[in-house]
């Protein structure tokens, strides 16, 4: 009786506490073979043990109704009903008899039910916890790429810089090695001009969801020591689920881009000058010509600093041989096939101060099961990573002056491409569903959905790529601070842990109210004969033949 309870207890308690088997990592197929065989030897000790105490306390009743037998007159088919029922007992009966004494044989079905019980609550089972993880990412400081200077010393050769109110200015580089506007300028590639509303880029193998566009790369890149993930992944390996962190991410696309600017020419014959300026005639650029201007085929971009640190004039134009067609395909334009003199400019304001980031809880899922529900299955990638709710960032936040600058400036190598003047490729690679000539102009243009909820068109769609990019790389020139972060890791527990399996407590729990009422209904006195002795049953047969 205080077995059936003990069992069921323990098993109930199985459901609501996390008795473990491992720290992390999961058992092997030999290791869950050889612990499923000991639970499975110590269940069938319990239950042979539960069902021999069941046998004797209905042995104990067969006896108290031989020795009533004794002291008066019993029917035949009294004692042929007593003899069935000892027979169930024994496990010695036909089905017909044990049908008949259904409520012993129901018992000992239930007790066989121990084992499988007991086997199965206590099943070796791969779940995960939570465990600490604090990565580190960007403070936000001024860095190499991106900070201010006191005076405007022309030697520091500044790409792009603004004009602080204190009469210094912030100026940003692209020209050193390393730098995130290089490294997002080549990482172009991985943007998905197909379906980004599933994914909007792969960077490292990594499948990055629009939730997380310009999240820090040191929170999904193993391969970088020093940053918090290498050495997590180092301790757990393959055992890794999933990755979170709160980190600055992007909500909004920074560039607007719309038909805007104007293209002129200048001078005649040899001297013949091509202007794109933008609407308010703040940034221009001019390239002398060799040819005149009906003749002249030129893709004229250029970038311009204005107002706040972060905030700029992207302009770029095109004339002739299709060129112009290219130009307007990226908002949207389909123009007429092209002719001689035949032109198209495209403004684009970049504006990364205002709510363009936010920090969210970034979370690295590492393998395909562990994605959330909504994730598309048409994903190639094995690992993907996606965003949910705001969080609070650590005590420096990363988004400053020195985000604000990497991303404006992020564009500066597409920009310049072939001196400034000539084919946009990269541009056109990913403006374009299929890129370059391989298909007519017509056919070739993008439609949403975009990776950014809010753009328009696939030019400022893929110009705020190209700033989430660099975005993501600024960590690695940044001086760094820890941010909150947890990590799910995988291990072996005892049992499942759900509600459902408190029901493999219940049938040793019913057992034992059973045993307990036959304790109950026992007599206190000691029968002269015993029917689970044999001597006792050859003592009883030579007492029957003599009286």
């Not at 992207?314 to 395909?329: D, E, H």
């Not at 990573?385 to 969080?391: E, K, T």
């Not at 790389?473 to 001086?479: E, G, I």
């Not at 109210?513 to 001597?535: C, F, G, N, Q, Y």
Request: a neutral charge.
């Amino acid at each position: 009786m205080l077995l059936c309870f003990g069992v069921s207890a323990v098993l109930a308690a199985v459901v609501f506490t996390t008795p473990k088997l491992t720290e992390y990592g999961t058992y092997t197929s030999t290791e869950r073979t050889v612990y499923t065989t000991v639970v499975t030897i110590i269940a069938t000790i319990i239950t042979t043990s539960i069902l021999q105490a069941f046998r004797f306390l209905y042995l104990d009743g067969v006896d108290d109704r031989i020795a009533i037998f004794f002291r008066r007159h019993v029917s035949d088919s009294d004692k042929t009903q007593l003899e069935s029922r000892w027979q169930t007992t024994l496990a010695i009966s036909s089905f017909a008899d044990s049908f008949r004494n259904w409520g012993v044989y129901s018992t000992f079905l239930l007790g066989a039910l121990v084992t499988t019980c007991i086997t199965a609550g206590f099943t070796a089972t791969t779940t995960t916890r939570s465990v600490h993880y604090s990565p580190l990412i960007s403070a936000g400081d001024p860095y190499i790429f991106a900070r201010p200077w006191d005076t405007e010393d022309p030697n520091v050769g500044c790409t792009i810089d603004w004009k602080l109110k204190n009469g210094s200015f912030f100026c940003s580089w692209v020209w050193h090695g390393g730098s995130p506007q290089h490294r997002a300028f080549k990482l172009m590639d991985g943007i998905n001009v197909i379906r980004p509303d599933i994914y909007a880029y792969a960077d490292v193998g990594v499948a990055i969801h629009s939730s997380a566009i310009g999240a820090p790369v040191t929170l999904y890149d193993a391969q970088r020591s020093g940053f918090g993930m290498q050495e997590l992944a180092r301790r757990y390996a393959w055992n890794l689920n999933t990755v979170s962190a709160c980190a600055p991410v992007m909500v909004r696309n920074p560039v607007k881009c719309r038909k805007g600017g104007s293209i002129t020419y200048s001078g005649s014959g040899t001297n013949t000058a091509m202007k794109l300026t933008s609407d308010d005639g703040s940034c221009s650029v001019s390239k002398s010509l060799t040819k005149p201007p009906k003749d002249a085929v030129y893709m004229l971009k250029h970038q311009c600093a204005h107002g706040e640190v972060g905030q700029a004039t992207y302009i770029i134009g095109a004339a002739n041989s299709n060129y112009a067609r290219w130009v307007g395909l990226g908002i949207g334009e389909i123009i007429d096939d092209w002719y001689a003199g035949q032109k198209f400019s495209v403004q684009c304001d970049i504006d990364a101060r205002n709510g363009v980031f936010e920090y969210r809880n970034v979370t690295l899922a590492l393998s395909r099961q562990h994605w959330d529900q909504s994730v598309s299955e048409e994903i190639a990638f094995n690992r993907f990573l996606s965003a949910s709710d705001r969080c609070d960032p650590p005590k420096a936040s990363a988004i400053t002056d020195a985000l604000f600058a990497t991303v404006a400036t992020a564009p500066y190598f597409t920009t310049y491409e072939d001196g400034g003047a000539g084919w946009a490729q990269s541009l056109v690679n990913v403006i374009s569903k299929y890129g370059d000539y391989g298909h007519p102009v017509n056919e070739s243009g993008r439609t949403p959905p975009w990776a950014f909820v809010d753009s328009s068109n696939a030019l400022e769609d893929v110009l705020g790529l190209i700033g989430a990019l660099a975005a993501s790389r600024s960590v690695l020139n940044m001086s760094l601070i820890p941010t909150s972060g947890s990590a799910q890791v995988s291990y072996m527990r005892v049992g499942s842990g759900q509600t459902f399996a408190v029901v493999y407590a219940i049938v040793p729990l019913f057992l034992g109210w059973i045993m307990l009422a036959l304790v109950m209904k026992r007599k206190s006195t000691d029968p002269e004969w015993h029917s689970s002795k044999l001597m006792d049953l050859v003592s009883l047969g030579r007492h029957i033949l003599l009286s």
